[in-house]
T-cell receptor
Framework: AQSVSQHNHHVILSEAASLELGCNYS??????LFWYVQYPGQHLQLLLK??????LVKGIKGFEAEFIKSKFSFNLRKPSVQWSDTAEYFC????????????FGAGTQVVVTP | DAGVTQSPTHLIKTRGQQVTLRCSPK?????VSWYQQALGQGPQFIFQ???????QRGNFPDRFSGHQFPNYSSELNVNALLLGDSALYLC??????????????FGPGTRLTVL
């Protein structure tokens, strides 16, 4: 069965600090990987996605993620966060043999202090 | 270009009642999925509709049912509401072809409270 594990439930950091959010998944096949973000009062938005090719993918707002197949991981990074990055971040997995079902992690609430 | 829209925004029901939530997909999208997001958790897949048929279903009881109309809009119905059904219900749409084929676009959700 698919499962997605996000390492931290809450992260608090100061502006300009670096951010790394861990995501590990379990799935017995080829997967597509996603990071979604939910800003306060807004709906889920896609930050970045990995389907194939270069395992280092770049998304919007300076975020990037690295797919490490051997570790079943897809960690999200940003070198220098801003107050506006305060949000909840969700890692999600879709099996390529699946019609489109996304399996989400529990989410990480990130708070950036000025 | 309107994104995914959902109605109503908020809803309060009592145990045992029935509820219908509505979703209009993003223009050009023909596949609709529904997710339940309980407080403090990630979204959980309920089911997906394409060509007016349920194509895939998550681990939800038969009390949860849906429908897709010829214009691709969709409804989620929940019967015999339980307190545990209180959650944010998200609708997501995607096309079945094109460059956005593997991306799901989410609506703002309907907040259901069961008392």
């Amino acid at each position: 069965a698919q499962s997605v594990s996000q390492h931290n439930h809450h992260v608090i950091l100061s502006e300009a600090a670096s951010l790394e959010l861990g995501c590990n998944y379990s799935y017995g096949g080829t997967v597509n990987l996603f990071w979604y973000v939910q800003y306060p009062g807004q709906h889920l938005q896609l930050l970045l996605k990995y389907f194939s090719g270069d395992p280092l993918v770049k998304g919007i707002k300076g975020f990037e993620a690295e797919f490490i197949k051997s570790k079943f991981s897809f960690n999200l990074r940003k070198p220098s966060v801003q107050w506006s990055d305060t949000a909840e971040y969700f890692c999600a997995v879709r099996g390529t043999d699946s019609w489109g079902k996304l399996q989400f992690g529990a989410g990480t609430q990130v708070v950036v202090t000025p | 270009d309107a994104g995914v829209t959902q109605s109503p925004t908020h809803l309060i029901k009592t145990r045992g009642q029935q509820v219908t939530l509505r979703c209009s997909p993003k223009s050009g999208h023909d596949t609709v999925s529904w997710y339940q997001q309980a407080l403090g958790q990630g979204p959980q897949f309920i089911f997906q509709y394409y060509e007016e048929e349920e194509r895939q279903r998550g681990n939800f009881p038969d009390r949860f049912s849906g429908h897709q109309f010829p214009n691709y809009s969709s409804e989620l119905n929940v019967n015999a509401l339980l307190l545990g059904d209180s959650a944010l219900y998200l609708c997501a749409s995607r096309p079945t072809s094109g460059s956005s084929y593997n991306e799901q676009f989410f609506g703002p959700g309907t907040r259901l409270t069961v008392l």
